[in-house]
């Protein structure tokens, strides 16, 4: 079964960064496409980026050239840098992997970021 297990979500101010990190078990980590979701207070889930198992990344146009995902696959890790962050950016970044072969989806339970002075 697989598990992901998010870190790192907190409150930090406008303009500030945070790294949100993931670790994935009972899985072959390679065989994933990883990412990061977020929902926030009374909206959809939005997806915010994904990684695959070589490196080849994808941004919502929200968060480009603001948001960085990488992922080391001995250590079964993805990790979300985030800068210049805003207060719209405020929501539960859930961690997500996607089997590359059966397309089935898995999520954490997500952890709270808020963006506020």
């Known amino acids: 079964q697989v598990q992901l297990v998010e870190s790192g979500g907190g409150l930090v101010q406008p303009g500030g960064s945070l790294t949100l990190s993931c670790v994935a078990s009972?899985?072959?980590?390679?065989?994933?496409?990883m990412g990061w979701y977020r929902q926030a207070p009374g909206k959809q889930r939005e997806l915010v980026t994904t990684?695959?198992?070589?490196?080849?990344?994808n941004y919502a146009d929200s968060v480009k050239g603001r948001f960085t995902i990488s992922r080391d696959n001995a250590k079964n890790a993805v990790w979300l840098q985030m800068n210049s962050l805003k207060p719209v950016d405020t929501a539960v970044y859930s961690c997500?992997?996607?089997?590359?072969?059966?397309?089935?989806?898995?999520w954490g339970k997500g952890t709270p970021v808020t963006v506020s002075s």
């Open positions: 990684i695959t198992s070589s490196g080849i990344t």
């Open positions: 009972g899985t072959i980590f390679t065989t994933y496409v």
């Open positions: 997500y992997a996607r089997n590359m072969y059966s397309n089935l989806a898995h």
